[in-house]
């Protein structure tokens, strides 16, 4: 892969039925183990970048690279590109709702590994990984629609895959290291509005209480308003 | 004027309450009792032969026998009496009631005269086989409509939509059916979120005719948001590698519990057949 990049976005531009703009020459590049924050105001096209980082719509102009090899529409089409994709990229979407839409917590935690072909044992591995780490063994037999926001939004994170996208970071977030061991959860709003933040090139270092562990958010995206 | 919007506010708000008190309460289904231990694959087996033994059976104590075994069992699981009483009684048997009382008149069934009744000028017999028609339907609907309700108050919505694969019934349907359950919850909830947001701004009482065009409006908007939400979600399947064919997680346990029980009812059956 070059220069160890994940993600590859050069020039990219989209609009949404031909004629209303979201994106305009957009250029973003995450490598390996990075973590960045897109920031910017309502409507200016943060979700439609990460939409498009997670391979569910595709940019009308520019190019897109994901681990090293070119992303187009019709890659999807080939069972084990697709699998492969989503095995490492999880998108946690904006409303907890679209994401948990399965009857109980466990089938929406385990929807994905499923779809995947994970076998058995190492779901049920996951699972109960999963169950340790974010404190919701009570939670797995509930309906979705019976949690509270807070909740909705954990399970959301453990349903998706390695590679974690968070879309629109509204009241709690929980920031991962790579074994998916919580390191922080808080309100990320206060920290990523923090003007001394943005002027501080981007570094960003999150004291864990709970760990006393660090981790990064090494860049932002700052994307501005088309109007 | 008040009285109308009301009306309007009473209707939606009976509505929704009742449909998350009545479909989606898994009060009984997550209690600790003996249906509620049963393997789900199991007891929908079991409680098919009941019906199918209720449907077959020639003789009213078959039926009434079948029905007291159905009232043991929502003892045995923790089903408050009186609140199965309540649901298995209304409608549908009341219903049966009625299309069962002109089979009790010769007219219908002709047989031995039971009661003669005269009104206004028109004689009415009840027949003895007439009698007996339709007291033996009405115990039959009455015995398989509680067994009906017994299995849904038992065995969590879900679970019921899962068992359902094994009547062969495609898995990209249960699916579709499940989410449909998940999303209606949602669906209400924006339906009363929208109301208080109307009642905070609006106040209570509103002109009637503007109560109506609010009310028009959100059917409206309810029907894009989820025709929205329906793109999402499938977007949301995706990302997490849907390709069009869900394999889902079967959890079911078989226990010797389960064998026992389903071969007490296989005897209990036969015996109603045999007996009957």
């Known amino acids: 892969m070059d220069n160890n990049y994940i993600f590859e976005l050069k020039d990219a531009h989209f609009s949404y039925l031909g004629r209303y703009p979201a994106l305009r020459g957009i250029d973003i590049t995450v490598r390996q183990g990075e973590q960045i924050a897109v920031i910017g105001a309502n409507g200016c096209g943060k979700s439609t970048l990460l939409h498009i980082l997670d391979g569910l719509i595709f940019a009308d102009r520019g190019s897109f690279k994901a681990f090293g090899k070119e992303l187009k529409e019709g890659a999807f089409n080939r069972a084990d590109f697709s699998r492969d994709f989503r095995k490492k990229v999880g998108l946690v979407f904006q409303n907890p709702d679209v994401q948990l839409f399965c009857p109980t917590v466990k089938e929406d935690i385990v929807f994905g590994p499923l779809q995947l072909g994970v076998e058995k044992g190492e779901i049920q591995r996951r699972l109960e990984g999963l169950v340790s780490i974010l404190n919701i063994g009570d939670l797995l037999e509930r309906p979705p629609q019976q949690l509270s926001i807070g909740e909705k939004r954990k399970v959301a994170i453990a349903s998706t895959h390695d590679l974690h996208i968070l879309e629109e970071i509204s009241d709690t977030v929980y920031v991962f290291s790579p074994e998916k061991r919580i390191v922080r959860s808080g309100c990320p709003h206060e920290v990523l509005a923090d003007e001394q933040l943005l002027k501080d090139n981007n570094l960003l270092h999150i004291h864990s209480h709970r760990h006393r562990d660090k981790t990064h958010i090494h860049s932002h995206v700052h994307l501005e308003h088309h109007g | ?276």
């Not at chain 2, 394999?247 to 346990?253: Q, R």
């Open chain 2, 1 to 276: 004027m008040s009285k109308r919007n009301n009306f309007i506010r009473r209707s939606l708000m009976g509505v929704l309450s009742f449909l998350k008190e009545s479909v989606f309460a898994d009060e009984y289904a997550a209690k600790k009792g003996f249906l509620q231990s049963l393997d789900p694959r199991i007891k929908v087996i079991t409680f098919i032969l009941f019906i199918l033994a209720i449907l077959f059976t020639q003789s009213i104590s078959g039926a009434l026998y079948l029905y007291a075994v159905c009232l043991i069992l929502a003892c045995l699981s923790r089903v408050s009496m009186g609140f199965f009483l309540q649901r298995t009684w209304i409608f549908i048997p009341l219903f049966s009631l009625f299309i069962a009382i002109p089979a009790l008149f010769s007219v219908f069934t002709p047989g031995e005269p039971l009661l003669s009744l005269n009104m206004a000028g028109l004689q009415l017999i009840i027949t003895r086989p007439g009698l007996s028609g339709a007291t033996l339907f009405v115990t039959r609907v009455i015995a398989s409509v509680s067994f009906a309700v017994l299995l849904s108050l038992t065995t969590k919505h879900f679970v019921l939509l899962k068992v359902l694969r094994i009547i062969g019934i495609p898995q990209v349907f249960v699916m579709t059916m499940g989410m449909c359950y998940r999303y209606i919850y949602l669906f209400i909830e924006m339906i009363e979120n929208t109301y208080t947001a109307i009642k905070s701004r609006s106040g209570v009482n509103i002109h009637y005719q503007r109560g109506q065009r609010v009310v028009a409006w959100n059917i409206a908007y309810l029907w894009v948001r989820s025709c929205r939400l329906n793109e999402e979600v499938y977007q949301a399947m995706l990302s997490r590698g849907y390709s069009g064919e869900p394999a889902v997680l079967n959890d079911f346990e078989v226990r010797l519990k389960d064998w026992l029980w389903l071969s007490a009812v296989l005897a209990l059956v036969f015996l109603v057949f045999y007996y009957g």
